[in-house]
């Protein structure tokens, strides 16, 4: 069920966890239906999880969620990295954190906060690694009206860290999380001078296809009038890019449709000949 102990090809078993310390996964309804590890001392990989099975797929679970819900629907969620962070951070005082199991935030796990809260907080290593990780953690966002907030942590710390040595370092952190797209039009704009033509285009190449591919057209407009005010650019301009850029995702994405067999199969219903020469 959980897979705590794999069978050998020799024969036998050994224990999945061993030199671990065990965390049970449980669903919304509080039944566990796995466990992860965390290895004592060093070593990798540094969490492991028991296999997936009906009731346990990552990407729709996530860890403490059954307890933090409904403290998420009054304070709002804040995604962590790990188990530890969210057991240590609860020790320190702060309930409302939750954790991925070792996969990236998916669009599941986006509607799945959702039912408790719009108001989702995303933390983020200060590192260059942790930068491009917060620019993949937008994606599963844009198909949903949620535009999460982003804590980025100092140099070398992280939330275990900070629940251990500074908690309200860390509850001053998460107050003033700013929006994501804050902080992609920073990274974007980082050592780069808008009032030079290749920097304004290399810039509109970052942002446009982001921008493209959001569903709220509000959220969408809004986006455009505060590039198109930092690049020193129209407003029609930056939208024509945009809108080009969209174009090309959809493109790239395959979303364009054939229409060859759906006409055809029309046609028969109303044509015998069609029939006949099919």
Known sequence: GCGLVIKKEKGGYYDRFRGRVMFPIRDLRG??????????????????????????EKRRLLYNLNQAKRIIQEQGAVVVEGYMDVVSLANAGFA???????????????????????????????????????????????ATDVIPKVVILPQDKDP???????????????SEARSIWDF??????????PSKFEHQSTILKDLAPMIARGNDMTVRDLLVERLAIRLGLSVDTVARQVRSRGEQVVLSQGQTKDYTESDLVRLMLFDERAIQAV
């Open 31 to 56: 039944e566990v239906v796995a466990f992860g590890g965390r290895i004592i001392g060093p070593g990798e990989p540094k969490y492991i999880n028991s296999p997936e099975s009906p009731v346990f």
């Open 160 to 174: 275990d860290d900070m629940a251990r040595t500074d908690i309200n370092l860390w509850r001053t952190l998460v």
């Open 184 to 193: 992609m039009f920073d990274e974007s704009f980082r050592g780069r001078d």
């Open 96 to 142: 409302g954190a939750v954790a991925t199991l070792g996969t990236a935030l998916s669009e599941d796990h986006v509607r799945l906060l959702k039912r408790f809260t719009s108001d989702i907080t995303l933390v983020f290593d200060g590192d260059a690694a942790g930068r491009k990780a917060m620019v993949r953690a937008l994606e599963p966002f844009l």
